[in-house]
């Protein structure tokens, strides 16, 4: 366990500092939607960071997991009466467990190939809630009206949400820290730089492989849960829909991958465009957000893919013989910020 | 024999050799330049629409309008590898997943913000290739024949071009290994653009010959980019003749699943069969070696 520096001290009370005034700068609901918005793509950016920005795993299939979360919880909701609280727990060790089930099948697989298996996954399991009649398949389930308690969590207003959500995504920015500087973290990043050199130093890939799909599969459930406590209905279209997968990749990517705050700031810059995009176009607009995205997305890969946390940092390019199928550019440190690489420098 | 497992396993067939000639642009692209084009459904969506405009503005029959619809994908697949494909080609597996996805995203948006997402069909105008043609005592739809007859044509042309002539050659040879093409005098560029406006001919051949039968809307692609993926990992990426006989399989298996199990899972059972395979043999599919 690393010691707790004052810098880390400092940026958890910045944290707390700004998640708390955000809010209060508007009290338009829809200004404080995009902050929970914000939120819960910054929770399922970092999430997906876990497999595709520190082990290399780019899963475009974090939309089953999201979904897992979403379902199971309402479904402890409606037939068992259970609060979401715990639900969001069995959600979450569920999709770990279906993760885990995923991974290991997939564990030989790299770069695109683990891509396009992840996207087949997700697009198999919303083919079969689609059309499994327990969960009332293509019509959705209305969650219950319960009175406003942090038991159900169900909230007339929208400040509770946010308080819930942006507890979330610190509990998981947490974890992040922790995971970039114990051990496991260092197997992480090493199997996404090169999988062979990693096995080769006496790493179990394997098993590398599924910690970080379990840990990525457990944080994006939770979030489902809270999806579907605050819209209050899910069906197969909207929680394992593939955009959503699509959306999250590039919340992580544009930010950039592999950094703890990455995520965060690419929630952060792309939710405002596209809620913000999608209530002043209306239907006319469909699709602008993403058409948006789509450029942005192709000029931050080409440009610069550690994405625009990466401009901030220095770049080292190690001159690989191309025989890892990962890349040969590597950031000089993973570490977002000098909390992180001062900790990594006293080590 | 069932006269429906006939009608299934007919149907599936046909919807195969469709298949086939979708796999061979990715597989084709794949093979040459090492990328996995994330984009491929969204050619596909946009040779539907272009047959669609055409019979709309011009009253062209898509099996007329597919000789000017070639061409036209051939110079917007060369187009996009020089502006985009060219920067990732050898560049870090990210950054290529990212653009490619990038290009899907904005393209079947785009198609959306322009075109809406009503479902279309394109007009026919040639009569005679309407209706059903009876065929061992089971009912086939004449566009679903011609589809398939136009793709197996296709994909025939296709090959013939790459193994048999001499651009083909070189095209194989900076498979082979690209360093070695340079070498001997093969422009790499040039290659690499040649391959991509194929690849992207090919793909959008089968959008224009789906076009009568199958419903024309913006995310259409997202659907038969994965169809393609699962083709190419079971016929091994980078194989033609494999993207072939895949493409039979997947839609054999399509069909069969929708026939023995229930039509609304069919593509799970693809994208099962797909996970098996990929389990298997992960690196080169049913007919790689």
Redo the contacts between chains.
């Keep these: 366990m690393p010691k707790i520096s004052r810098k880390t001290i400092m940026i958890v009370l910045l944290y707390v500092g700004v998640v708390a005034i955000t809010p209060l700068f508007s009290k338009a609901p829809f200004y404080r939607h995009v902050l929970i918005m914000v939120g819960m793509y910054g929770l399922l950016g970092v999430a997906w960071n876990i497999m ?1 920005g520190y082990t ?1 795993l ?1 899963s ?1 299939g974090q939309s089953a997991f999201f979904g897992i979360g979403a379902y199971t919880s309402t479904m402890m909701l409606v037939k068992g009466g259970f609060s979401p609280w715990i639900g969001m727990l069995c959600g979450g060790i569920l999709a770990a467990i279906v993760a885990a089930g995923m991974a290991y ?2 564990s ?2 790299r ?3 683990f ?3 992840s ?3 997700a ?2 399991f919303q ?2 809630m ?2 499994w009649d327990y969960v009332e398949g293509a019509i959705g389930i209305p969650l219950p009206l319960m009175p406003d308690t942090w038991r159900f969590m169900q909230f007339k207003d929208k400040i509770p949400y946010h308080i819930i959500i942006f507890s979330l995504l610190g509990i998981a920015i947490l974890v992040c820290y922790y995971i970039e500087r114990s051990r496991t973290g260092y197997y992480f990043r090493a199997i996404r730089d090169s999988e062979q050199v990693a096995s080769a130093l006496g790493i179990n890939t394997v098993r590398q492989r599924i910690i970080a799909t379990m840990l990525s599969a457990f944080f994006t459930a939770i979030a489902g849960t809270f999806y579907s406590q605050y819209v209050l209905y899910i069906d197969p279209e909207s929680v394992t829909h ?1 955009a959503l997968s ?1 959306e999250i ?2 919340v992580a ?1 544009v930010g950039g ?1 592999g950094t703890i705050w990455g995520p965060v700031l690419g929630a952060a810059i792309l939710m405002p465009i596209s809620q913000y995009a999608r209530a002043a176009l209306g239907g006319a ?4 957000d ?2 948006i ?6 000029v ?3 440009v610069r ?1 550690t994405g625009i946390l990466g401009f901030f940092q220095r770049e080292r390019t190690i001159e690989g013989e ?1 025989g890892d ?5 590597v950031t000089a440190d993973t570490g977002a910020d000098d909390a992180v690489r001062g900790s990594l420098g006293q080590q | 024999m069932n006269i429906g497992l006939m009608q299934a396993l007919m149907s599936g067939l046909l919807m195969g050799f469709v298949y086939s000639l979708i796999a061979l642009g990715l597989s084709l692209i794949y093979g040459v330049m090492d990328v ?1 084009n ?1 984009a491929h459904g969204e050619f596909l969506m946009l040779g539907m629409f272009l047959a669609y405009w055409f019979s709309v503005l011009f009253r062209l029959d898509p099996l007329i309008s597919i000789v000017f619809i070639i061409p036209i994908l051939f110079v917007v697949g060369v187009g996009v590898y020089k502006g ?1 494909i060219k ?2 080609i ?10 490619t ?10 198609a ?2 322009l075109w ?2 009503n479902y279309r069909l394109a007009e026919r105008f040639l009569t005679w290739t309407t209706g059903d043609l009876p065929v061992f005592g089971v009912h086939v739809g004449i566009p679903e024949v011609i589809a398939s007859v136009g793709s197996i044509l296709v994909f025939a042309f296709a090959y013939y071009l790459i193994r048999f002539t001499r651009t083909g050659r070189a095209i194989q040879a900076t498979s082979i290994d690209s360093e070695g093409a340079r070498l001997v005098g093969i422009n790499i560029d040039n290659i690499y653009a040649i391959t991509f406006g194929l690849g992207i001919s090919c793909v959008g051949a089968a959008g224009v010959l789906l076009a009568t039968f199958y419903y024309i809307f ?1 995310y259409v692609g ?1 659907f038969f980019s ?1 169809i393609a ?2 083709t190419v ?1 079971l016929g091994g990426f980078g194989s033609v003749e494999g993207s072939f006989v895949a493409g039979i399989l997947i839609g054999i298996i399509e069909s069969l699943g929708g026939f023995f199990i ?1 039509p ?2 069919k ?2 059972i693809v ?2 069969t ?2 098996v395979v ?2 298997l043999r ?2 080169t599919g049913l007919f790689g070696w």
């Design positions: 595709g290399g780019y475009f099948p997939t030989r697989l770069g695109p190939y891509t396009i298996a996207q087949a996954f697009r198999t083919i079969l689609t059309n593939h699509v990749v590039m990517a991958a607009g469909r699709g602008i993403l058409i995205y789509g450029v942005i997305i192709m931050i890969a080409l893919p191309g199928d990962i890349g040969t550019t | 996995v994330f985009l920067r990732i050898g560049g870090t597996r990210i950054s290529q997943i990212l653009t996805f990038g290009l899907s995203v904005f393209m079947a948006n785009m959306m913000f809406t997402p913006p997202t994965m993926f699962a990992a229930s609304a899972v593509y799970a994208f099962m797909y996970m990929i389990i992960p690196a």
